[in-house]
Every structure is written in structure tokens, then in C-alpha cells.
């Protein structure tokens, strides 16, 4: 009887082993396709701020090439208001990668 025992205890101790492997793998998919999407996000909201970077250079040469001094360059509506989505973006974007980073702590 000690060896139906033994096989018995060692089939339920390998059951769950196998329980806690397949939990522990699924629970690691869901934090992979969490980070995936955040990956994406990341870069679309870096491409968001490449454009912008490059629409406020362009802005900033079409007001100098039209004669504009440096500090009504700065203050212009458009490039101010650019460089306020660009701080939003910024903010967004370390949002994103705090998120990412305690998702990988977790994990």
C-alpha cells in the first residue's frame, strides 16, 4: 500500500506543479500583450512628437525668414501652442513608460 501511496501523493504534487506552471504561463502572456500594447502606444505617441518637433521648427523658420525677432518668435499662438502638446506628450509618454516599467517589476 506505501508504493499507491506514494504514486498517489506524487501524481497530485505533479498536477499541481503543472497547475502553477500553466497559471504562472498565462498570467506572463497577459503581461507580455499588456507591454506589447503599451509599446504601441509609445510609439505613436513618439511619433506624435517627432511631427510636432518638426512643425515647430518649420513655424519657427517661417517666422525668422519673415523678419520676426527671436522673443515674438517665442510667443507666437501657434508655436505656443504646439509646445504645450509637446509638454501633454511628454507627460503621456512617461506615463506610459512608468507603466510599462511596473508591469516588468510585477512580472
Same mark, same amino acid.
Given at each position: 500500500? @506505501? ?10 504534487? @505533479? ?38 518637433? @518638426? ?11 519673415? @523678419? &520676426? ?22 507627460? &503621456? ?15
Amino acid at each position: 500500500m @506505501g508504493m499507491l501511496q506514494r504514486l498517489s501523493h506524487d501524481l497530485r504534487a @505533479g498536477w499541481v506543479t503543472l497547475r502553477h506552471g500553466t497559471a504562472k504561463a498565462a498570467t506572463r502572456a497577459l503581461e507580455e500583450g499588456e507591454l506589447l500594447r503599451y509599446r504601441l502606444e509609445l510609439r505613436k505617441v513618439d511619433q506624435q512628437l517627432d511631427d510636432l518637433h @518638426g512643425d515647430i521648427g518649420e513655424r519657427t523658420i517661417e517666422l525668422h525668414d519673415r @523678419g &520676426e525677432a527671436a522673443d515674438r518668435i517665442l510667443s507666437d499662438s501657434e508655436v505656443t501652442r504646439m509646445m504645450q502638446q509637446v509638454r501633454t506628450l511628454q507627460d &503621456e509618454r512617461t506615463k506610459l513608460l512608468l507603466e510599462m516599467n511596473d508591469i516588468t517589476v510585477e512580472g
